[in-house]
């Protein structure tokens, strides 16, 4: 047996007693040393995302290899993280070049049983050995860090262009750091927490913005030249923030929905302006093929997540740290789960 966090319904989240689960053809057992807390797990908890349940939740974990079954080439003791997004590669979509929309996609942690346990079985498909000298604490963000990576395909910036990321939580900050990477004239990012916003600065932002600082709109026109953002990247869940990017977009510019708002919110804009402004709005879904990239990014140094990590904890703390990040008190941005081997 093994302790794990099932879900089995929104707000009912138990630290149970679960069989260790058996190794198939293909298939790799994984024994957990670090799952992080992210913000689709809170939403997960509260209902406004889909889940299977009951389900074992947590999907940014590293590890190592505990058992492989027939087939796998992976030697036990390993150490991996894995892509919790892991495409089949067989169906119309991954066939297109667009696994992001595989039907058959597992999706550890919502669809099949992911990271908060002491080990969790996946495809040897999503499984990636670590590069040298990467520890699993920070190999854990690599499914975070690949999702913004594939948000700044998505937002093309452009050396010498203007980008303001709204939203200073971990995504929002990951995103700014790949922004500054970028080359360009004018980065500004948007938020609410002190702390947040500092690390924003120190991460390339030459711009940061809090709502009691005034008209943002003015703000960030005073610090565009008068054009407004080139890109605008949202890297929040609230339709009420899409509907503010429109107004801080430049002339031709492009808007991101990076942040996941709650299935079935809606938001509302003007076609015309759309039109008359030739504006573009993309989304950003997950991270099609962009999971190597990331790992070569958190191996490098190029993208930085332990100032993320303001809390460290056991398995028993987990619904503590998912009140937390509701709450969001002062000082918290990210909170991981650690497991003894």
Known sequence: MMKAAVLYRPYELGIDDVPVPEVGPGQVLIRVSVCGLCGTDVNLYTGTYTARRPVIIGHEFAGEVAATGPGVALDPGTTVTVDPNESCGACYWCHSGQPTFCQNMPAYGVLRDGGFAEYVLVGERGVYPLPQGLEPEQAAFAEPVSCAVHGADQAAYRAGGSALII??????????????????????????????????????????????????????????????????????????????????????????????????????????????????????????????????????????????????????????????????????????VGFQA
């Not at 360009?184 to 938020?191: D, H, K, T």
């Not at 039109?275 to 490098?300: C, K, M």
């Not at 740290?321 to 509701?326: D, G, S, Y």
């Open 167 to 336: 939203g200073d939580g971990p995504m929002g900050l990951l995103q700014t750091q790949l922004a500054a990477q970028a080359g360009l004239s004018r980065l500004i990012v948007l938020g609410h927490h002190p702390r947040k916003l500092e690390l924003a600065r120190a991460f390339g932002a030459d711009v940061t913005l809090a709502p009691a600082d005034g008209d943002l709109r003015q703000a960030v026109l005073d610090h565009t030249g008068g054009l407004g953002a080139e890109v605008v990247v949202v890297a929040v869940g609230k339709a009420g923030v899409i509907e503010q990017a429109f107004d801080l977009a430049k002339e031709g510019g492009r808007i991101v929905i990076f942040g996941f708002a709650p299935e079935g919110e809606r938001a509302s804009f003007s076609p015309f302006q759309l039109l008359s402004r030739e504006l573009s709005v993309v989304g950003s879904w997950v991270n099609p093929y962009t999971f190597p990239r990331a790992l070569d990014l958190l191996a490098s140094g190029k993208v930085q997540v332990a100032p993320f990590i303001t809390h460290r904890i056991g398995l028993g703390g987990l619904q503590q740290a998912i009140e937390m990040m509701q709450s969001k008190p002062q000082g918290f941005i990210k909170a991981m």
